[in-house]
Antibody, heavy 126, light 107 residues
Framework: QLQLQESGPGLVKPSETLSLTCSVF??????????WGWVRQPPGKGLEWIGT???????FFNPSLQSRVTLSGDTSRNQLSLRLGSVTASDTAIYYC??????????????????WGRGTTVTVSS | DIQMTQSPSTLSAFVGDRLTITCRAS??????LAWHHQKPGKAPKVLIY???TLQSGVPSRFSGSGSGTEFTLTISSLQPDDFGTYYC?????????FGQGTMVEIK
């Protein structure tokens, strides 16, 4: 069964770029069956979707973050990456990666979370 | 964006009680709705997707119902392990959006 483990710097300075990785175990990030999502949760608050990525080129972003977010994958390490630029204190959160699956219905695709990673905490502070 | 609103915000109940959590969408999400459960300090877990389909390993005391804009999550007999926060989430259109959460406490 696929498992995910996020990792990152823990502390990032304001205006810098946050870089996180999500290691995938038990399967390949290039498998057509899987898509990969990122969701974050500010301290004591609810969940905010960041984006969804796949190696076949399908990528979706939350418009509120799209201008600052890059999603990619490293096949040599079987890892996913999230980069968030120009961070501020409001980007302080637990960041989760997730396995996303696709359902096809009436010639349209719908993507849903199947498994969550454990999350990694990021604090933006000088 | 589709707004998701859950009620109640908090719920306190005894072991064995039947619980119902409601989730309303600001516009139809058809049947593209999931429920997630998060315990304090832990990552969320998927309970249900497509309104009624239980994720593998989820106990049968959990069930989902609804369509369009109104949905419910029911726990038929609350167990001690069911404490935590429950979130509904629509995936009918981007951006995905989540409800604000319903915190369940065991009396």
């Amino acid at each position: 069964q696929l498992q995910l483990q996020e990792s990152g710097p823990g502390l990032v300075k304001p205006s810098e770029t946050l870089s996180l990785t999500c290691s995938v175990f038990g399967g390949s990030i290039t498998t057509n069956t899987y898509y990969w999502g990122w969701v974050r949760q500010p301290p004591g608050k609810g969940l905010e979707w960041i984006g969804t990525f796949s190696y076949n080129g399908t990528t979706f972003f939350n418009p509120s973050l799209q201008s600052r977010v890059t999603l990619s994958g490293d096949t040599s390490r079987n890892q996913l990456s999230l980069r968030l630029g120009s961070v501020t204190a409001s980007d302080t959160a637990i960041y989760y990666c997730a396995i996303v699956l696709r359902q096809r219905w009436l010639r349209r695709d719908y993507y849903y979370v199947d498994v969550w990673g454990r999350g990694t905490t990021v604090t933006v502070s000088s | 964006d589709i707004q998701m609103t859950q009620s109640p915000s908090t719920l306190s109940a005894f072991v064995g009680d039947r619980l119902t959590i409601t989730c309303r969408a600001s516009q139809t999400v058809h049947s593209w709705l999931a429920w997630h459960h998060q315990k304090p300090g832990k990552a969320p877990k998927v309970l249900i997707y497509r309104v009624t389909t239980l994720q593998s390993g989820v106990p049968s005391r959990f069930s989902g119902s609804g369509s369009g804009t109104e949905f419910t999550l029911t726990i038929s007999s609350l167990q001690p392990d069911d404490f935590g926060t429950y979130y509904c989430q629509q995936y009918k259109s981007y951006p995905w959006t989540f409800g604000q959460g319903t915190m369940v406490e065991i009396k």
